[in-house]
């Protein structure tokens, strides 16, 4: 189990308890109007892990991601990154930073290489390091051969690629992502998930916000998961799924209806599957061996099955059982 301890929700969740790690958050506040977005948040992130911020719409990620980046204030609660106190030290907390927002911050008339440029001027690399730079962010999302091509005429999975590219041209010791991935081709999506993982080799600290579950379950260490401006869960992708309590589920289609009473052990709970075809069941089983078990029960009471598919849990499963949906409809929050 991991140092993070597990947690889940039910009233006041209690303290957090982790080693000191490189971004620390602690009874995080935030409201815009009489709307409360925050309430209480603590979490820690350690030095060279990618975490990932899970969260219904309007569960409080982007005003997150936001706070960390300096470009709002909390109104309550401490943040500290690589040992600076955010509310004294935001100038140097930007200097370790990389923040990449959903929407494209881009120059359209500008070309590739001249928007890297001007980010890393303005993170205050020298004309020597700035070229060094941008040329290093180029080919590390792929776009060296679209360096002099203006941003206009970049598809919008280039776009996305080299708005990563601005995020990391300083190479930052903390990087923020608020939903890179969202509304890219298969190939870009790839490829922004390849440079993300590279830059955590390298040493960079990931924050990465998502709708994609698949993504978290691919580059995540752990996960943060948070609704209604609270920490829900926290902990690698096993151990939230483990948290939520899923379990393995098998989907039997039988030739007709099932025998009766073929399955009355207590150790299943059996469920008709929704809609009008009564020759299919799902089972919930306490594990994946017992799945021999559940078709050796159909054969011997007479059953003749036809197929099945077992679902092991995941993160989806987890992230519903936890919130309750799949999606809030919501401001972006």
């Given at each position: 189990?991991s140092?993070?301890c597990?947690?889940?929700?039910?009233?006041?969740?209690?303290?957090?308890?982790?080693?000191?790690?490189?971004?620390?958050?602690?009874r995080?506040?935030k409201?815009?109007g009489?709307?409360?977005v925050?309430?209480?948040?603590?979490?820690?992130?350690?030095?060279?892990?990618?975490?990932?911020l899970?969260?219904?719409?309007?569960a409080?990620k982007t005003?997150t991601?936001?706070?960390l980046?300096?470009?709002r204030?909390?109104?309550?609660?401490?943040?500290r990154?690589a040992?600076?106190?955010?509310?004294?030290?935001?100038?140097?907390?930007?200097?370790?930073?990389?923040f990449?927002?959903q929407a494209?911050?881009l120059?359209?008339?500008?070309s590739a290489?001249?928007?890297?440029?001007?980010?890393?001027?303005?993170?205050?690399?020298s004309?020597?390091?700035a070229?060094?730079?941008?040329?290093?962010?180029l080919?590390e999302?792929e776009?060296?051969?679209?360096?002099?091509?203006p941003?206009?005429?970049?598809?919008g999975g280039?776009?996305?690629?080299?708005?990563?590219?601005c995020?990391?041209?300083?190479?930052?010791?903390v990087?923020?992502?608020?939903e890179?991935?969202?509304g890219v081709?298969?190939?870009s999506?790839?490829?922004?998930?390849?440079?993300i993982r590279n830059?955590?080799?390298?040493?960079?600290?990931?924050i990465y916000s998502t709708?994609?579950?698949?993504e978290?379950?691919r580059?995540c260490?752990?996960?943060?998961?948070?609704d209604?401006?609270?920490?829900?869960?926290?902990?690698?992708?096993?151990?939230?799924?483990?948290?939520a309590g899923?379990?393995?589920?098998i989907e039997?289609?039988?030739?007709r209806?099932?025998?009766?009473?073929?399955?009355?052990?207590?150790l299943?709970s059996?469920n008709?599957?929704?809609?009008?075809?009564?020759?299919?069941?799902?089972?919930?089983?306490?594990?994946?061996?017992?799945v021999?078990?559940?078709?050796?029960?159909?054969?011997?009471?007479g059953?003749?099955?036809?197929?099945?598919?077992v679902h092991s849990?995941?993160?989806?499963?987890?992230?519903?059982?936890?919130?309750?949906r799949?999606?809030?409809?919501?401001e972006?929050a």
């Amino acid at each position: 189990m991991s140092q993070l301890c597990l947690i889940r929700a039910s009233g006041n969740i209690g303290t957090v308890l982790a080693p000191q790690g490189i971004v620390e958050v602690a009874r995080l506040a935030k409201s815009y109007g009489s709307r409360l977005v925050l309430h209480d948040l603590s979490f820690t992130v350690r030095a060279g892990e990618v975490v990932g911020l899970l969260g219904p719409n309007g569960a409080g990620k982007t005003t997150t991601l936001s706070i960390l980046a300096t470009l709002r204030a909390a109104d309550a609660g401490t943040v500290r990154i690589a040992g600076f106190d955010l509310r004294a030290h935001p100038a140097a907390i930007r200097r370790k930073l990389g923040f990449v927002p959903q929407a494209i911050a881009l120059y359209p008339s500008l070309s590739a290489y001249q928007n890297l440029d001007l980010f890393a001027r303005v993170q205050g690399l020298s004309a020597s390091e700035a070229r060094r730079s941008c040329a290093a962010a180029l080919e590390e999302v792929e776009l060296s051969d679209r360096a002099s091509d203006p941003v206009a005429t970049l598809s919008g999975g280039m776009k996305r690629r080299l708005n990563l590219a601005c995020g990391v041209v300083h190479r930052p010791e903390v990087l923020l992502l608020d939903e890179p991935t969202v509304g890219v081709d298969p190939q870009s999506r790839e490829k922004i998930l390849r440079t993300i993982r590279n830059l955590a080799g390298a040493g960079a600290t990931v924050i990465y916000s998502t709708h994609y579950m698949d993504e978290v379950e691919r580059i995540c260490d752990r996960v943060l998961l948070i609704d209604r401006g609270r920490l829900v869960a926290a902990g690698t992708v096993a151990e939230v799924v483990a948290l939520a309590g899923e379990h393995p589920r098998i989907e039997i289609t039988f030739e007709r209806e099932p025998p009766p009473n073929w399955c009355a052990r207590p150790l299943l709970s059996v469920n008709s599957v929704a809609g009008a075809e009564r020759n299919k069941v799902e089972l919930k089983l306490d594990n994946l061996a017992q799945v021999s078990e559940v078709l050796e029960q159909a054969r011997v009471a007479g059953g003749r099955v036809l197929e099945f598919s077992v679902h092991s849990p995941n993160l989806s499963d987890a992230f519903m059982t936890l919130t309750g949906r799949a999606l809030r409809d919501a401001e972006p929050a």
